[in-house]
């Protein structure tokens, strides 16, 4: 395997620092692991939560004749 030296920001080396004895692998391997993800995706252990890998569909459903309450049916009607 190659070696490759960096410098990086002090707060960035921290959150790498953090990240990995929090998660109990070498650092080496936390950057490895960041580097082979697709650019753009974000992962919990990234501090991108749910809102962050979803966050370009919110609004994107259009009420098209949606009811307002979508546990509405036939049988279990809406008041209005």
Known sequence: MK???????????RRIEQE???RRVS????VRERLDQP??????????GTRELIG???GSVRN???????SC???NTCPH
């Open 3 to 13: 070696t490759l030296t960096i410098r990086l920001p002090e707060v960035l080396a």
């Open 20 to 22: 990995a004895l929090d």
């Open 27 to 30: 650092k080496s391997d936390l």
């Open 39 to 48: 650019p753009g995706i974000a992962s919990a252990s990234t501090g991108g």
């Open 56 to 58: 370009d569909l919110i």
């Open 64 to 70: 098209d004749g949606l009811p307002a309450d979508l």
């Open 73 to 75: 049916n036939k049988k």
